[in-house]
């Protein structure tokens, strides 16, 4: 390609998807107390899991620095413009870090072509951004031509969570112990979404699984239309079956285009909780 695409590891990009787009992907850390991962590089998903269900000691995340990006914006041909999709800095430091990179590649060499882009999501939000990005370079996109359509799409996009289980979000302290307790014992499910400042809110309470998936389900159609143009990404948490069920449901009212899922990694994992899905697609303009 005649444009390079980067990411961070919360895209939750899988092997084939990660050839496909030829993206390369600065990968995000994962703590166990004094313990430290790469995420994707010394720590996969199934051990992530394993060390979550097993371990008395709950992960934290932290974003890659500056000096990471700008090793990695370094290993690019300097005549091959470079594309970044980032966390949402709602959320994470992750593209503070990638501007702050860039900036210290572009003072040594003022010539170089980069752009961050915010998608203001995290997960299936970055790997719809990032499908997008490589169907319009195939399409022959320029550089200056993708950057604005791609900042564009960013703000289109719609990201909407659907916890089975709020332990992470106690364990990590979003959510307090008294507030989780009354959640659980009324079997309360959150539905969540990301805000137009790509920040986590919740968006409804309601009582029960099932209801709560048939919600999740139905506020699609509240954002979007015309769904043969449209392309529907969605993440699990170790929840394959759950997943598939949901998207099935989806397809029978929805006719999206075309459908993406794969398996949160754990970044996003450690705040999704098992059986967490993760849905994004383009809202109307």
Same mark, same amino acid.
């Given at each position: $390609?005649?444009?390079?695409? $980067?990411?961070? +590891?919360?895209?939750?990009?899988?092997?084939?998807?990660?050839? #496909?787009?030829?993206?390369?992907?600065?990968?995000?850390?994962?703590?166990?107390?004094?313990?430290?991962?790469? +995420? *994707?590089?010394?720590?996969?998903? =199934?051990?992530?899991?394993?060390?979550?269900?097993?371990?008395?000691?709950?992960?934290?995340?932290? =974003?890659? *620095?500056?000096?990471?990006?700008?090793?990695?914006?370094?290993?690019?041909?300097?005549?091959?413009?470079?594309?970044?999709?980032?966390?949402?800095?709602?959320?994470? +430091?992750?593209?503070? !870090? &990638?501007? $702050?990179?860039?900036?210290?590649?572009?003072?040594?060499?003022?010539?170089?072509?980069? =752009?961050?882009?915010?998608?203001?999501? &995290?997960?299936?939000?970055?790997?719809?951004?990032?499908?997008? =990005?490589?169907?319009?370079?195939?399409? *022959?996109?320029?550089?200056?031509?993708? @950057?604005?359509?791609?900042?564009?799409? #960013?703000?289109?996009?719609?990201?909407?969570?659907?916890?089975?289980?709020?332990?992470?979000?106690?364990?990590?302290?979003?959510?307090?112990?008294?507030?989780? #307790?009354?959640?659980?014992? %009324?079997?309360?499910?959150?539905?969540?979404?990301?805000?137009?400042?790509?920040?986590?809110?919740?968006?409804?309470? @309601?009582? *029960?699984?099932?209801?709560?998936?048939?919600?999740?389900?139905?506020?699609?159609?509240?954002?979007? +239309?015309?769904?043969?143009?449209? @392309?529907?990404? $969605?993440?699990?948490?170790? #929840?394959?079956?759950?997943?598939? !069920?949901? %998207?099935?449901?989806?397809?029978?009212?929805?006719?999206?285009?075309?459908?993406? @899922?794969?398996?949160?990694?754990?970044?996003?994992?450690?705040? &999704?909780?098992?059986?967490?899905?993760?849905?994004?697609?383009?809202?109307?303009?």
């Amino acid at each position: $390609m005649n444009i390079q695409l $980067m990411t961070d +590891s919360g895209s939750d990009l899988s092997e084939e998807l990660l050839k #496909a787009f030829q993206v390369n992907v600065v990968p995000l850390y994962i703590h166990f107390g004094d313990e430290e991962y790469q +995420s *994707g590089i010394t720590i996969d998903t =199934a051990t992530f899991n394993e060390k979550l269900k097993h371990g008395s000691v709950f992960p934290l995340s932290s =974003a890659p *620095g500056p000096n990471e990006f700008y090793e990695a914006y370094k290993k690019i041909d300097p005549e091959k413009p470079i594309i970044v999709i980032s966390l949402s800095k709602g959320i994470s +430091s992750t593209y503070n !870090h &990638a501007v $702050m990179g860039m900036n210290l590649l572009l003072e040594e060499e003022p010539n170089r072509r980069i =752009a961050v882009i915010n998608s203001t999501s &995290a997960s299936p939000g970055q790997l719809l951004l990032l499908h997008e =990005a490589h169907q319009k370079i195939n399409e *022959g996109y320029s550089f200056d031509e993708l @950057v604005p359509h791609l900042q564009e799409r #960013a703000e289109q996009t719609t990201t909407l969570f659907i916890l089975k289980t709020i332990d992470n979000l106690v364990r990590g302290g979003r959510l307090d112990r008294v507030r989780g #307790a009354v959640v659980k014992s %009324l079997n309360i499910k959150l539905l969540m979404r990301a805000s137009d400042e790509g920040k986590v809110e919740v968006s409804e309470k @309601v009582r *029960g699984d099932k209801k709560a998936l048939r919600r999740f389900v139905e506020q699609i159609g509240e954002y979007t +239309s015309n769904f043969e143009e449209k @392309v529907l990404v $969605m993440t699990h948490c170790n #929840a394959q079956e759950r997943a598939q !069920h949901v %998207l099935n449901k989806i397809k029978e009212s929805y006719p999206f285009k075309k459908s993406i @899922v794969t398996e949160m990694g754990p970044a996003i994992s450690t705040h &999704a909780g098992e059986g967490g899905l993760v849905i994004a697609f383009f809202k109307d303009k």
